[in-house]
């Protein structure tokens, strides 16, 4: 599944999983940077899609229906 087609669960699970593979301390160095930028991406993904969901909430709250 591309990034941009996933729903913000499985770029949390993803992002997890990320986290525990740079934990583990058994990814080499280049390995442990290509996982760390893809870390960076789904958490800028990720507070994107929550500052969305919060203009939603706050346009629910004025009594749009968007």
């Given at each position: 599944?591309?990034?941009?087609?996933?729903?913000?669960?499985?770029?949390?699970?993803?992002?997890?999983?990320?986290?525990?593979?740079?934990?583990?301390?058994?990814?080499?160095?280049?390995?442990?940077?290509?996982?760390?930028k893809?870390?960076?991406?789904?958490?800028?993904?990720?507070?994107?899609?929550?500052?969305?969901?919060?203009?939603?909430?706050?346009?629910?709250?004025?009594?749009?229906?968007?």
């Amino acid at each position: 599944m591309t990034e941009k087609k996933m729903s913000f669960e499985q770029a949390m699970e993803s992002l997890e999983n990320i986290v525990n593979k740079l934990e583990s301390k058994e990814a080499k160095l280049e390995e442990s940077l290509q996982l760390f930028k893809e870390g960076v991406a789904l958490t800028e993904k990720c507070n994107k899609m929550l500052e969305e969901a919060e203009q939603q909430i706050k346009l629910v709250e004025k009594g749009g229906n968007e």
